[in-house]
């Protein structure tokens, strides 16, 4: 299983956390930037996974990071193989 660790200080707005997550997940070009094509790839596209989320509250003190941490918890709970992990 692979291990991402992910820093939420990095995920500042709804910008921000895209071009973060693309990076850190190495999805391809064609990832659609939003919240439904976060969760379709986190659970048709990845290989089983560890999330490693560090910093959470930067993500979750506004309502666009809350709903990230939803879509990955969803994601998590729908998808054999994929781990949502705060440390």
Not at 53 to 81: F, I
């Amino acid at each position: 299983m692979r291990c991402i660790r992910l820093d939420c200080a990095w995920m500042g707005d709804r910008e921000a956390v895209h071009d973060y997550l693309a990076q850190a997940l190495g999805f391809p070009s064609w990832y659609g930037r939003n919240l439904d094509a976060l969760y379709d790839l986190l659970t048709g596209w990845m290989e089983p996974t560890r999330l490693e989320l560090k910093h959470l509250p930067a993500l979750t003190a506004y309502p666009y990071g809350e709903k990230v941490l939803e879509t990955l918890q969803d994601a998590a709970a729908n998808t054999p193989g994929l781990e949502i992990i705060v440390v």
